[in-house]
């Protein structure tokens, strides 16, 4: 194993116990507990959350390709587009999430004046689209998290993040697909999953043909969804995310790629536990 290798398979993650710890803990004793597993001096939730992410891009993109932070963080840009597209249009105020990758003077330009001087060439065609469109602030909503799952596959360089992102979007497209059936909403898949877009439609009417379906793209993974329980549905997915893909990553990208999907996850966990107290919604692999 490389240096890169090692240095990413010997950081220490929060364990089950840590969680149960945590769960007990208010305020001071929650972040003074942190510092014990190697987190820094904190007093406000959000703040650990924005900080701990910035140190995680940092350190990820000082000890291996920049590709990775890149590839799992664009997720950040889509969120800042819409925001910033919805509140030009309603003429309101908005938030700008600081993970993502483009700046935000970049983004308000590109949407607000059609100046996209500021942006990367490959991120140009994202800015051009959506000036081009006429679209429901839904619909645009759907086109943007579309582009920006283009520019993410762009930044996989390599045939572990192109698996990643081909399993990660076809198990949310099954999340997707339940959403649309329960709430009654129209049904808009990503095209770069596994699905067959004229066959789905119908295989997933019925939850047994549909289970049957996703065993045979995943086998010995998906046979114990539950299709019936969207909050519940939406976690296992990501468990299952997870179990998928470890077996490709002994290599040392592969160990990168792992530890900053486990390290993202545990700053969700951390935040959601502090707000809620709840063991049962943590994600814990």
């Known amino acids: 194993m490389s240096f890169t290798g090692g240095y990413f398979s010997a950081k220490q993650l929060l364990q089950l116990n840590d969680y149960q710890n945590l769960s007990k803990l208010t305020d001071s004793g929650f972040f003074d507990y942190l510092k014990t ?22 350190d990820v993109n000082k000890f291996a390709n920049e590709m990775y932070a ?32 483009i700046k935000e003077i970049a ?53 572990l993040l192109k698996e990643y992102f081909k399993t990660a979007v076809t198990l949310n497209n099954i999340l997707i697909i339940k959403r649309s059936q329960k709430l009654e909403i129209p049904l808009v898949l990503s095209s770069y999953g596994l699905f067959d877009k004229n066959d789905i439609k119908e295989i997933s009417s019925d939850d047994e043909s ?15 969804l539950d299709l019936t329980n969207l909050e519940r549905l939406s976690k296992q ?8 893909i470890k ?3 002994y290599q040392d990208e592969g160990v990168v790629v792992s530890y900053l999907y486990l390290k993202i996850l545990e700053l969700k966990n951390i935040k959601t536990l502090y707000l809620t107290k709840k063991l049962e919604e943590m994600i814990i692999l």
Request: hydrophobic share 40%; aromatic share 16%.
């Open 70 to 101: 890149n590839f799992f963080y664009t997720d950040y840009d889509s969120v800042n587009t819409k925001q910033i597209y919805k509140a030009l249009k309603l003429k309101k105020d908005y938030l700008f999430h600081p993970l993502g990758r």
């Open 247 to 249: 077996p490709l990553t």
């Open 210 to 224: 549909f289970k049957s379906y996703l065993n045979k793209l995943f086998v010995g993974h998906l046979e114990d």
């Open 107 to 159: 983004i308000y330009d590109a949407l607000k004046h059609s100046d996209y001087t500021k942006l990367a060439e490959d991120d140009k065609f994202i800015f051009e689209a959506i000036q081009k469109a006429d679209l429901s602030f839904k619909e645009m909503s759907d086109l943007i998290d579309s582009l920006f799952l283009e520019r993410k596959l762009m930044f996989a360089n390599n045939d």
């Open 237 to 244: 997915l990501k468990i299952k995310l997870y179990q998928i």
């Open 37 to 58: 597993r190697g987190y820094g001096a904190y007093s406000e939730i959000e703040t650990l959350f924005i900080k701990e992410h910035l140190k995680l891009k940092a």
